[in-house]
């Protein structure tokens, strides 16, 4: 059940309460079993109030409404538990940047100035480069 406010779910209750007891003065026998929809019922108010306080006020076992609830709850966990999972790849991004195909280069002069070159082409005549950079004071 949804968080609601208190007067809602002490009416909520009472509502539960006389479907309760509208069941029993309409069953066929007295042992006939208490329908599910009911018992989901008062499984969804025992989100709200204790369990001890729905089971007397619904007038039936706390024992068995324990046993019910924990068997609800069992239910709603088990599929993702016991699903059988296939095999899924998950590819792996490389935790840096790959090298591309082309050249970096970072030169400084002793007078502090610095070149640095980002070249796509391996083909690039770094001598002259390299050489124009250093040899020009």
Do not use: Y
């Not at 306080?53 to 619904?58: I, S």
């Amino acid at each position: 059940m949804k968080t609601i406010p208190p007067a809602h779910a002490e009416q909520e209750l009472t509502h539960v309460a006389n479907r309760f007891g509208e069941w029993r003065q309409t069953r066929t026998t007295r042992t006939e079993p208490i329908p599910q929809h009911l018992w989901e019922q008062a499984i969804a108010l025992t989100t709200i109030f204790p369990i001890t306080r729905v089971a007397t006020r619904l007038r039936v076992s706390g024992g068995e409404l324990k046993k019910r609830c924990a068997a609800h709850h069992a239910a709603r966990s088990t599929p993702a538990a016991t699903a059988v999972l296939g095999f899924v790849e998950v590819p792996t991004a490389p935790l840096w940047p790959l090298p591309t195909s082309g050249i970096e280069i970072e030169l400084q002069r002793p007078d502090g100035t610095r070149l640095r070159m980002h070249v796509p082409e391996p083909q690039l005549p770094l001598l002259g480069v390299v050489r124009a950079f250093l040899e020009t004071a």
